[in-house]
């Protein structure tokens, strides 16, 4: 079992900053890769970026390339996601993820608002 708690998230205005973190805790030294993704309203949850464990090859959506970056502290157990240039559609619940033996755990979300 691995438990995912998100913070960061919040209200900011078009073209601004956020950076979302992600603590894991539990059987944190079988995760493989670890992500972010999102709910917008109305939308289903889609793939924001993720991070291997080993080599730390990471992954985008092209709606997000440029602007957000992923990284991944293994000694800390967290996951973080800079997020730079946000725009209005990037408004959404952002979910963290982490992969172990073959399972989805997801943290609960955290409320990002962009502001046109």
């Known amino acids: 079992q691995v438990r995912l708690v998100e913070s960061g998230g919040g209200l900011v205005q078009a073209g601004g900053s956020l950076r979302l973190s992600c603590a894991a805790s539990?059987?944190?030294?079988?995760?493989?890769?670890m992500g972010w993704y999102r709910e917008a309203p109305g939308n289903e949850r889609e793939l924001v970026a993720t991070v291997a464990r080993g080599i730390s090859t990471t992954h985008y959506a092209d709606s997000v390339k440029g602007r957000f970056t992923i990284s991944r502290d293994i000694a800390k157990n967290t996951v973080s996601l800079q997020m730079n240039k946000l725009k209005p559609e990037d408004t959404g619940v952002y979910y963290c993820q982490a992969a172990l033996r073959g399972v989805d755990y997801w943290g609960k979300g955290t409320l990002v608002t962009v502001s046109s």
């Open positions: 539990g059987h944190i030294f079988s995760i493989g890769a």
